[in-house]
């Protein structure tokens, strides 16, 4: 599924891009990066790290909202119940 870059880079290495829980976690533990950034994901989850934990589903993230000003899809997301 990934390709080694650690073939032409030296240091810690950051994975993003598209990545789901699984994916992520395969990643890491196969040694391919040494952390994962999930930057649109967190947009729509802002309990993104209890959804992943609980193994619940992730809200769509909606693109039209991304760096708009007002709350609009930054706090109107639903969040986990409790």
Known sequence: MFTSSRKIASGPFILAGGLDKDGAEQALIEGYSDLIAMGRAFFSNSDLVDRMRQNEP?????????????????????ALAG
């Open 58 to 78: 992730l809200n769509a993230p909606d693109p039209s909202t991304f760096y708009t000003p007002g709350p609009q899809g930054y706090t109107d997301y639903p």
